[in-house]
């Protein structure tokens, strides 16, 4: 399976600003996903990203909020923008590493304020 | 997208068999089930997947009925160290891409009681 580095762990943020999640894997992978795990909740899917192509946003989930980079087939960023309180969640990288395995890495707890 | 309903909780006893159902009646012909468990702030770990076989492994078997519209994760001999969120998820097709995506219920909090 593929191992997931996810940065930053967790962070506290003004409301109004940005923050941008990196996450590198250490294996090339096509796919990858970003989910939004809000407090108490399940994991909800933001978006799928596939390197060289425009990411694909879900149903409620818009690139000027969260905008997407697939820059190489090992990384991505999952930016948050303009946040407020309500933007306070889990944010967690998936990728897809072979027919049938995805991994998750271990989120970004982020608290806006 | 096909959807999942499992129990909100369960409980049970150390040592004994944890079976943890999932109602997936919608899905599709060619949709995986796939389970995993998420432990409290850490990301989700893979459990085990199914089409429309039993499926056993290391950590768990899936029990799939024969129309596959409900299906049941066995954790054979349970720990303290399984309590955790367990998760049925539907994989389902990304028309544009070709390829799948993971789409989560709910799931089921369970906790090993001593």
């Known amino acids: 399976s593929a191992v997931i580095s996810q940065k930053p762990s967790r962070d506290i943020c003004q409301r109004g600003t940005s923050l941008t999640i990196q996450c590198q894997v250490d294996s090339q992978v096509t796919m990858m996903f970003w989910y939004r795990q809000q407090p108490g909740q399940s994991l909800t899917l933001i978006a799928t990203?596939?390197?060289?192509?425009?990411?694909?946003?879900e149903s409620g989930f818009v690139i000027d909020k969260f905008p997407i980079s697939r820059p190489n087939l090992t990384f991505s960023t999952l930016t948050v923008s303009n946040m407020s309180p309500e933007d306070s969640s889990i944010y967690l990288c998936?990728?897809?590493?072979?027919?049938?395995?995805?991994?998750f890495g271990s989120g970004t707890r982020l608290t806006v304020v | 997208d096909a959807k999942t309903t499992q129990p909100t909780s369960m409980d049970c006893a150390e040592g004994r068999a944890a079976n943890l159902p999932c109602n997936h009646s919608?899905?599709?012909?060619?949709?995986?089930v796939y389970w995993y468990r998420q432990i409290h702030s850490q990301g989700p770990q893979y459990i085990i997947h199914?089409?429309?076989n039993n499926e056993t492994n290391e950590m768990a078997s899936l029990i799939i009925t024969e129309d596959r519209k409900s299906s049941t994760l066995i954790l054979p001999h349970a720990t303290l160290r399984d309590t955790a969120v367990y998760y049925c998820i539907v994989r389902v097709p990304i028309s544009n891409f070709g390829n799948e995506k993971l789409t989560f219920g709910t799931g089921t909090r369970l906790t090993i009681i001593p």
């Open positions: 990203a596939n390197q060289g192509s425009e990411a694909t946003y």
């Open positions: 998936s990728v897809r590493h072979s027919s049938y395995g995805y991994t």
């Open positions: 919608t899905i599709s012909g060619n949709e995986y």
């Open positions: 199914g089409l429309k």
